[in-house]
């Protein structure tokens, strides 16, 4: 509604400031420019969700759980610009279920580059084939594929019936 007569255009300039946002740059003086250009004058909490349209699935959040409990470690790797990753860092209780969280935007790259990957291994300090990353997006699974880490994609709404034979494949039982 705010972008009125140029709602897609609004919401593409949006999406393009999200993206250019996620290796580090403010997304908050991104999304400041945006509203400048579109002559909107409302204040960015007004325009942006503070939740950030995030969906907490908690059956996938106790799968989580129950691969710690087998005495593995888990992380969150992420692409997410700064005002939604610290939003998710900060209020989601993710330090609870999560033994690591990567966001790219203070990694300083973003998934699918080698450079995100790269650095997540030096971080927890384990050889990329001893590493399972699963993701929902074809670009990330090739991605960490490329400097050797186990990947497998996952279907966007799959659930825990779709994580549990990626798991099963790794001799991981739920």
Not at 7 to 19: G, N
Not at 60 to 71: E, F, N, T
Not at 115 to 137: E, Q
Request: negative net charge.
């Amino acid at each position: 509604a705010r972008g009125g007569s140029r709602a897609e255009e609004f919401l593409l300039a949006v999406a393009a400031a999200d993206v250019s946002c996620l290796t580090g740059a403010d997304f908050g003086a991104a999304m400041r420019e945006v509203l400048r250009q579109f002559e909107i004058s409302a204040p960015l909490e007004d325009v942006i969700d503070r939740q950030f349209w995030i969906e907490v699935r908690q059956p996938m959040l106790a799968a989580v759980r129950a691969v710690r409990d087998l005495g593995l470690r888990c992380g969150l790797a992420t692409n997410q610009q700064n005002l939604r990753g610290a939003y998710m860092r900060s209020s989601l209780g993710f330090e609870k279920i999560f033994d690591e969280q990567f966001y790219s935007f203070e990694i300083g790259f973003a998934k699918p580059e080698a450079g995100y990957f790269r650095t997540i291994m030096a971080r927890i300090d384990v050889s990329p084939d001893r590493v399972l990353f699963i993701d929902d997006h074809d670009g990330n699974v090739a991605g960490a594929r490329e400097i050797g880490i186990h990947s497998e994609l996952f279907p966007r709404d799959g659930g825990v019936a779709a994580l549990t034979p990626i798991l099963a494949r790794y001799g991981l039982r739920l």
